[in-house]
């Protein structure tokens, strides 16, 4: 198939050298047809290089990227000797009296269930429920238990790693809630 090209309103002459007839596809039906293909915007000598990230890509939720951190907290929780112990819920069948005396009952399974519903906007909220283990042990089995003990080792070592990433958790809270000033 040829084509006649029109110059300023008159014909080349010599338009039968200036362009080359199209050829007929070599496995015509199977693939995807060239006409529906998408081309490349990039110049040939560039295919290597790949596209241009975009400055402006979306950011990842920053409910998401808390809990990711708070993620990382929890298993270095789960590290602590004695924290086997406030892994899961009580067994109110083996402890009967657990729960008449423990009304918000908190555990690590609770807390990373709440991780991962991004339940937390703040990580003031992961610390109470940090400290309400340590609280709730204390009251069912005294200040002196081992359980108590790996309960207070793991509220300190919370707090010191919510103070290590305050202001990476600062701006997440911000971007969460952007109502938050500095003093929230």
Do not use: W
Not at 43 to 61: F, T
Not at 88 to 107: E, G, Q, S
């Amino acid at each position: 198939m040829l084509v006649k090209q029109e110059r300023d309103g008159e014909f080349d002459s010599d338009y039968e050298q200036n362009v080359t007839p199209v050829r007929p596809r070599l496995n015509a039906g199977a693939g995807i047809s060239s006409s529906k293909r998408r081309i490349s915007s990039l110049p040939e000598e560039d295919y290597l290089q790949g596209p241009h990230k975009s400055v402006q890509r979306i950011r990842a939720d920053p409910k998401v990227t808390m809990g990711t951190l708070l993620t990382e907290i929890v298993n270095e929780l789960k590290t602590i000797p004695g924290s086997e112990h406030l892994m899961f819920a009580v067994n109110a069948k083996k402890v009967k009296d657990y729960y008449d005396i423990i009304k918000n009952p908190m555990d690590l399974q609770k807390i990373k269930c709440k991780i991962a519903d991004n339940k937390y906007e703040l990580r003031q909220e992961f610390l109470l429920d940090v400290k309400r283990m340590l609280d709730n042990s204390r009251l069912y089995n005294g200040d002196n238990h081992v359980i108590t003990d790996a309960a207070k080792k793991m509220f300190e070592l919370a707090s010191k790693r919510l103070v290590e990433k305050e202001q990476q958790l600062m701006k997440l809270e911000k971007a969460i809630n952007p109502l938050l000033d500095d003093n929230d």
